[in-house]
């Protein structure tokens, strides 16, 4: 029997790093550094999860036919050349050896990492060749994972390596690089620095998305300044507002932006209008930027399709704006938009458009990370010293749960392989009733101590998300927020965000039963086939071990914990004031 094509994706030397294995242009595994070494957003070399790699495909090195890594260096410092100097020299390309050995540096890294991870058991061998793949062509590849047969496909992010924005044309097994904006004009770094401003730590987007809609539209007119559309869906950055340094990120405002905006919000500081005002325009602006590229595309490509990748393509609120506001019939975002994804669509590129292979695999679910036994999962609750009980019957366990949560109990669900992205999709999830809107408060009193203005998404069967939500297709991945249905408002409160919407997850049953099975349930109990889905964490990165699934329940007040088929309600004070120290020990 022929061995598989095996190709690894490998992301170091900036945020979120990590690696996925393509089998036979398949996805294997897709692991994220941080759910290993508790660090959000880490940027060190995913070494933990290439342990994990090791031990859970049991393939070595030798069974690798190429390593791909979704950077081009030589392209990234072309950019910064043609953007400091205004011109790329023709002798760049001669240049480009020596320039190689300093401008290279992730792939001089990439080749050591690997070779001392060889090391560490003990052998040697050459190391399969390392790819390097565009960034966006890296982002805009998971489109040879999406449903569509052909689509057109956007990139956003805070930069790539020749650009923050680019279009490709998906036909088949092959993409077509379209155009690409400014380097340095850059909504994703716009809106970071946004954040910044507004007393969030970088990557917190979403908190400045969600606080957005309870401000007003005070300074929309004066942030467009900001933001100059042009023709044929360009836009460019206002720099009297703000400025770029020689790398490439933008700076902190400009004194014009200060005076016009006011000063930086320190980090805990009250919250005042001008702070909300300030984030309903960032986002106002966002929206009517991406919806003047978007438009362009409708209008110059003739698919109906919408693939959007890269990090902006994580704001549920534009994209559902695409989908309502453009002739785009269906908008499909993948789970692992950001960086998170960037080395699974890396072994795409290369397996798809570099080797030519036809398409045979569409992404129907995000659950490509570890799983644990359920021995391990006893050696952990017994460590702790909790009791617990083991339902072997799954219609009995489903039932008990939904039960628990039509009596406002908060459930802890820890199922399967962990999801990959940054969003909890149903293995690793808190899990709470919608019909009540004091369980939001409980939720952020007791687990996630968070804004008070920041929403719960609602997860919901897919043949019913009509019934509750202005949508007409399928969101497995939380990456749409449509209205609540006028009438539902008040069956579903804990669920509607102020500004009467919902970041809808759609659940299928075949591509996760159990997880459908626990909603349907708790439809067929109170006539409701929604839950309140939230990502089970409490200021870290979303559980992965059992062991830390344990240490999440006891520092928290959840009222049950659901591990597979093991049940657990016991609250053990001793417990729980050593599951506090050894996290404390391990964030210090």
Wanted: net charge negative; proline share 5%; charged share 25%.
């Amino acid at each position: 029997m022929a061995r598989s094509l095996n190709i690894l994706g490998l992301i170091s030397r900036t945020h979120d790093t990590g690696l996925a294995l393509l089998r036979d242009g398949v996805p294997d595994v897709i692991f994220e550094e941080e759910r290993f070494n508790r660090k959000k957003h880490t940027q060190v070399f995913p070494d933990r999860s290439l342990e994990a790699f090791f031990e859970t495909t049991k393939l070595s090195f030798a069974d690798i036919d190429y390593v791909t890594m979704p950077w081009d260096t030589k392209a990234l410092a072309g950019a910064f050349y043609r953007t400091v100097t205004g011109s790329m020299p023709a002798s760049f390309n001669l240049l480009w050896p020596a320039a190689h050995a300093t401008q290279d540096a992730r792939v001089v890294n990439l080749w050591m990492r690997l070779q001392v991870a060889l090391r560490r058991k003990g052998r040697t061998m050459k190391l399969p060749p390392i790819v390097q793949v565009g960034h966006h062509d890296a982002h805009a590849a998971i489109y040879f994972a999406s449903p569509f047969e052909e689509a057109s496909v956007v990139v956003l992010d805070g930069y790539g390596d020749r650009s923050a924005t680019s279009a490709y044309a998906g036909v088949g097994n092959r993409l077509e690089h379209m155009w690409n904006l400014g380097f340095f004009d850059s909504l994703g770094m716009l809106y970071t620095c946004s954040t910044q401003h507004l007393g969030f730590k970088p990557f917190e987007e979403g908190t400045v998305m969600a606080l957005a809609a309870c401000g007003e539209p005070t300074y929309v007119d004066r942030f467009r300044d900001l933001v100059i559309l042009e023709d044929e869906g360009r836009f460019r950055l206002n720099r009297e507002y703000l400025s770029v340094h020689t790398h490439g990120l933008i700076r902190p405002f400009t004194q014009k932006f200060l005076d016009t905006f006011g000063p930086p919000r320190a980090p805990g500081e009250e919250m005042k209008d001008r702070h909300r005002d300030l984030a309903y325009a960032v986002q106002a602006v966002t929206e009517e930027t991406v919806l003047h590229i978007v438009r362009h595309i409708e209008k110059t490509q003739p698919s109906k399709n919408l693939v959007i990748s890269g990090g902006v393509g994580l704001n549920c609120v534009a994209n559902a704006r695409i989908l309502r506001d453009t002739n785009f019939e269906r908008v499909w975002v993948p789970p692992c938009a950001s960086d998170t994804g960037a080395p699974l669509g890396s072994t795409l590129w290369h397996y798809h458009q570099t080797l030519g292979h036809e398409r045979s695999f569409e992404l129907t679910h995000p659950f490509y990370g570890k799983d644990y036994s359920e021995d391990e999962v006893v050696a952990a609750l017994d460590a702790a010293g909790l009791d617990y009980v083991r339902i072997d019957n799954d219609e009995e366990l489903f039932k008990k749960v939904a039960q628990d949560l039509a009596d406002q109990k908060i459930v802890g669900w820890f199922q399967g392989r962990y999801e990959i992205g940054p969003r909890a999709l149903g293995n690793r999830s808190i899990l709470a009733d919608p019909r009540s809107l004091k369980i939001k408060d409980l939720i952020n009193a007791r687990i996630k101590y968070r804004e008070p203005f920041r929403p719960f998404a609602p997860a919901v069967l897919l043949e019913r998300a009509g019934d509750f939500f202005e949508v007409d297709q399928p969101d497995p991945y939380m990456t749409l927020a449509p209205r609540v249905r006028a009438d539902k408002v008040d069956v579903i409160p804990a669920a509607v965000h102020v500004d009467g919407t919902g970041r809808i997850q759609t659940v299928r049953r075949e591509d996760n039963p159990r997880y459908y099975s626990v909603i349907e349930a708790f439809g067929d109990l109170t006539g409701v086939p929604v839950l309140i889905n939230t990502s089970f964490n409490r200021h870290e990165p979303i559980v992965t071990t059992p062991a830390e699934a344990v240490s999440c329940y006891l520092r928290t007040e959840m009222d049950r914990l659901v591990m597979g088929n093991i049940y657990v309600k016991d609250r053990n004070s001793r417990a729980e004031e050593l599951a506090q120290i050894a996290f404390d020990k391990l964030h210090s």
